[in-house]
């Protein structure tokens, strides 16, 4: 069955401190994979994907994440967390055709 | 461009009544989507419309309709509107081109 696997539900750093979130997928073809980010009351907003070619995708506001294959993982990541970055964060995995399989998100809380 | 758009904002029904969302792109992109976001279930997808003229079920199509006016508007419809039916919908629409998803910001409807 295809689907994505976000284990994290809610992450709380401090300003500043590096982050990773995580996100593992069951997918029977070569996948496509995305993360959304969603402020409060808002849309989804792109922040990265990944079709083929380098396994370390670079992504907008600081982010990026890395393939995985062996590990079926599409981590997430920041070196240095800004207090604007507080919102939820969806994993995402497709295939080139229409649909996309969403996880259940992991909000992220920023501590000054 | 406005990208994807929604109305209303918010709605609040009572148990049967009826309701349209309306949902518009003006990307030019040929797939539509409809998805229903609930705290802790991440995004369903409701219906779809890969093309002007077609549409299908996706995860969660039981009681709703869609229409695929144009190219540009896809419009979600609750014939009878159930209180399970409380939820945020969005809309998005998909380049081929790039194989991404845009999303609108959501309606938030609640029924009592």
């Known amino acids: 069955a295809q689907s994505v696997t976000q284990p994290d539900i809610h992450i709380t750093v401090s300003e500043g401190a590096s982050l990773e979130l995580r996100c593992n997928y069951s997918?029977?073809?070569?996948?496509?994979l995305f993360w959304y980010v969603q402020s409060p009351g808002q849309g989804l907003q792109l922040l990265l994907k990944y079709f083929s070619g380098d396994t370390l995708v670079q992504g907008i506001k600081g982010f990026e994440a890395e393939f995985k294959r062996s590990q079926s993982s599409f981590n997430l990541r920041k070196p240095s967390v800004h207090w604007s970055d507080a919102a939820e964060y969806f994993c995402?995995?497709?295939?080139?055709?229409?649909?996309?399989?969403f996880g259940t998100g992991t909000r992220l809380q920023v501590f000054p | 461009n406005a990208g994807v758009t929604q109305t209303p904002k918010f709605q609040v029904l009572k148990t049967g009544q009826s309701m349209t969302l309306q949902c518009a792109q003006d990307?030019?992109?040929?797939?539509m989507y409809w998805y229903r976001q609930d705290p802790g279930m991440g995004l369903r997808l409701i219906y779809y419309s890969a093309s002007e003229g077609t549409t299908d079920k996706g995860e969660v199509p039981n009681g709703y309709n869609v229409s695929r006016l144009n190219k540009r508007e896809f419009s979600l419809r609750l014939e009878s509107a159930a209180p399970s039916q409380t939820s945020v919908y969005f809309c998005?629409?998909?380049?081929?081109?790039?194989?991404?998803?845009?999303f609108g910001p959501g309606t938030r409807l609640t029924v009592l």
């Open positions: 990307m030019n992109h040929n797939s």
């Open positions: 997918y029977g073809a070569t996948p496509y």
């Open positions: 995402a995995v497709g295939g080139g055709t229409d649909k996309l399989i």
């Open positions: 998005a629409s998909r380049t081929v081109s790039t194989d991404t998803q845009y």
